[in-house]
């Protein structure tokens, strides 16, 4: 993805590296989180600022009115920007 959407040139090894940092600093935690998977086994407070929790916020209230401005389509669109945006942090951070 990093090589056709982002146009860069990399080496396997490259690509290796790229891969093990963003899994290690981004995807473990959405998959932990999506798993159902504590961080600790005791906290002193709960993180609602993951990434995670802020693209659950993108989807629409359930008692959203009728004509609110809450289409899923513009929703995703929003949360698709979020995500990209935390990637690329992670890919060149």
């Known amino acids: 993805m990093c090589k ?3 146009d860069l040139d ?8 790229l891969y093990e ?9 959405i998959d932990a989180i999506d798993n159902g998977v504590d ?3 005791s906290t002193k407070y709960s993180i609602s600022t993951n990434l995670s ?3 659950g916020n993108y989807n629409s ?4 009115p009728s004509d609110a ?17 935390a990637f690329v942090h992670k890919l060149y951070g």
Do not use: C, D, G, V
């Open 4 to 6: 056709s959407f982002y």
């Open 10 to 17: 990399l080496n396997e090894e490259q690509i290796e590296k």
């Open 21 to 29: 940092k963003i899994y290690k600093s981004l995807i473990m935690e």
């Open 39 to 41: 961080q600790a086994e």
């Open 53 to 55: 929790s802020r693209i």
């Open 61 to 64: 209230p359930w008692n959203a």
């Open 69 to 85: 401005k809450y289409s899923q389509h513009s929703q995703f669109k929003k949360a698709m920007r979020i995500t990209e945006q």
